[in-house]
């Protein structure tokens, strides 16, 4: 089973970077797509990055491409997004999803998932 864990949230003012990682167990990491979402207070899940099971497609909201990088270690079995130019929008809580193969921007299509870590940047 995949069991996924992130880590790197804390407070960063408007402009600075943060990098988000996400550890994954070990059994079957490598045939899983990974993706982050966000959810801000009193709004809905909402899709940021994906990556295809081998790195070799990725996939940003609007809101943050340009911005965001999210890749993948498999040897390690992690996932990081690397998050730059940030914005008071920005601020959520992040949460590292997997799900078997395809890429996908539904969050009830993604099979499992992290407990999440905030992100706050302030103006």
């Known amino acids: 089973q995949v069991q996924l864990k992130e880590s790197g949230g804390g407070l960063v003012q408007t402009g600075e970077s943060l990098g988000l990682s996400c550890a994954a167990s070990?059994?079957?990491?490598?045939?899983?797509?990974m993706a982050w979402f966000r959810q801000g207070p009193g709004k809905e899940r909402e899709f940021v990055a994906a990556?295809?099971?081998?790195?070799?497609?990725?996939d940003y909201a609007d809101s943050v491409k340009g911005r965001f990088t999210i890749s993948r270690d498999n040897t390690k079995n992690t996932v990081t997004l690397q998050m730059n130019s940030l914005e008071p929008r920005d601020t959520a809580t992040y949460y590292c999803?997997?799900?078997?193969?395809?890429?996908?921007?539904?969050?009830?299509?993604?099979?499992?998932w992290g407990q999440g870590t905030q992100v706050t940047v302030s103006s």
């Open positions: 999803a997997a799900r078997y193969f395809q890429l996908r921007r539904t969050p009830g299509e993604w099979e499992y």
């Open positions: 070990t059994g079957i990491f490598t045939n899983y797509a």
């Open positions: 990556v295809s099971w081998n790195g070799g497609r990725t």
